[in-house]
């Protein structure tokens, strides 16, 4: 069997990783999520995007998977699992999922906004929060970033075929902790759907998503994933008889 798994900043929440929609009383509350991820607030102000992403990189090293992800990477016992992720975290990775794909990016990953190049250079310690950091300079002069794909950024291709090949071939999808409303990705269960592919949503609340899927389980990650796979036959069955 092979299963395409969606995921979202949802599932990382239980981990300790805030999303910019939750996160309401975090330092960096006060700021529109597209000031801290889009190119326009890049060019406006880079001290402070590259702190809000040198301070989720460093919290991101210090948190674990949860059992959401470890679910996720036990299902690989029994069956092909692809893991396509809107996550900048390496969380799926550390709980041993190995094939994944990240649609916008990662943490742990830098490059010049200039020349390109990769930088595996130093990082600055960030014991506390700050809301300005100087980013580093790349030798051409400029501006080392995250490799991360930001508001009107194109996605990577490779990551984009791949999950798109992952979704048409499955036998399963499975989407889990996203709001589903940000596109190219969103589009995925949409593509699954229009093949027959079942999908399931894993979120404990509704999304634009939810009246169109398979099957909808109201839980968190944690709880429902690891008990799911045995279950879906069954809840498959029954969702599917509600809908006759
Ligand atoms: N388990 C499952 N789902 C959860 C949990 C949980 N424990 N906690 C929250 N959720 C759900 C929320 O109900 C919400 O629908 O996770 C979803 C998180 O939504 P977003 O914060 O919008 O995250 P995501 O869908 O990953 O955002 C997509 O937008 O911010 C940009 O590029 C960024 O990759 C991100 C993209």
Not at 30 to 44: A, C, I, K, N, V
Not at 86 to 93: K, T, Y
Not at 214 to 237: G, I, K, M, N, Y
Request: proline residues 9%.
């Amino acid at each position: 069997m092979r299963i395409a798994v969606l995921s979202g900043a949802g599932i990382s929440a239980e981990s300790g990783v805030p999303t910019f929609r939750d996160d309401k009383n975090g330092l960096w509350a006060r700021f529109d999520p597209y000031e801290l991820s889009s190119t326009q607030g890049w060019h406006s102000n880079p001290e402070r995007v590259w702190a809000w992403y040198l301070w989720r990189h460093h919290l991101v090293r210090e948190v674990a998977p949860n059992d959401g992800h470890r679910a996720v990477a036990a299902w690989q016992d029994y069956a092909d699992v692809t893991v396509v992720t809107q996550n900048v975290d390496d969380l799926h990775e550390r709980a041993g999922s190995t094939k994944v794909h990240h649609l916008h990016g990662s943490l742990f990953e830098f490059r010049c906004d200039a020349c390109d190049s990769g930088y595996t250079g130093p990082l600055a310690a960030m014991p506390e929060p700050s809301l300005e950091v100087d980013p580093p300079q790349c030798g051409c002069g400029g501006l080392i970033r995250p490799d991360i794909v930001w508001f009107g950024e194109q996605l990577p291709d490779g990551p984009w075929d791949a999950s798109v090949e992952a979704v048409v071939s499955a036998d399963l999808m499975i989407v889990v902790g996203t709001s589903a409303i940000v596109y190219p990705a969103a589009g995925l269960p949409e593509l699954a759907l229009s093949r027959g592919v079942p999908v399931v949503e894993v979120n404990p609340e509704p999304t634009p998503l939810s009246d169109r899927v398979t099957l909808c389980v109201r839980q968190s990650a944690s709880s429902a994933l690891p008990a799911l796979l045995p279950q879906l036959p069954e809840l498959l069955r029954q969702a599917r008889a509600k809908r006759a």
